[in-house]
């Protein structure tokens, strides 16, 4: 998981469960080691959507059912996660989440998997919100002049 460098010692002892089993015969010792490779490595995202503006006071935004996904390197498979789904997660040096949520790869059309790798299909995938009369924020700068 960590490689076998000396230096990376540390990550075994912090994500490794131990447990010993003994009955009259003898005693086990059971090491459980969470293994990946690099298929399995994602870097986590939030999704953020803002309102699209579809005339002067209406907007368009879309809803998500999943607010963050992994990416991985190669960009072919991909989790959504909900924030329940990240509370399971354990995090030290490395997070490390169960295995309980689908890795979908970037052929499947969902919503999020449409809007991050910009398909077209996005309007037709997610469920959108028609804003009326809204008003978009003013942000203002505070600061140094």
């Known amino acids: 998981m960590a490689g076998t460098k000396f230096q990376d010692v540390h990550v075994y002892y912090e994500l490794m469960k131990v447990a010993l089993i003994g009955n009259a015969h003898g005693v086990q010792l059971v090491l459980s080691i969470p293994l990946k490779t690099d298929a399995q490595l994602f870097s986590p995202f939030k999704i953020l959507v803002f309102p699209m503006r579809l005339s002067p006071d209406t907007f368009l935004k879309y809803q998500l059912d999943y607010h963050y996904f992994g990416l991985a390197v190669d960009q ?40 991050l790798f910009q398909i077209s299909d996005s309007y037709q995938l997610c469920r959108k919100n028609l804003l009326r009369r809204y008003q978009t924020p003013t942000l203002i700068h505070h600061g140094s002049k």
Do not use: H, K, N, W
């Open 76 to 115: 072919g498979d991909f989790p959504l996660l909900t924030e329940a789904d990240l509370q399971r997660c354990t995090t030290s040096s490395v997070t490390i989440c169960p295995a309980e949520v689908p890795l979908y790869p970037s052929q499947v059309l969902t919503c999020e998997g449409s809007l």
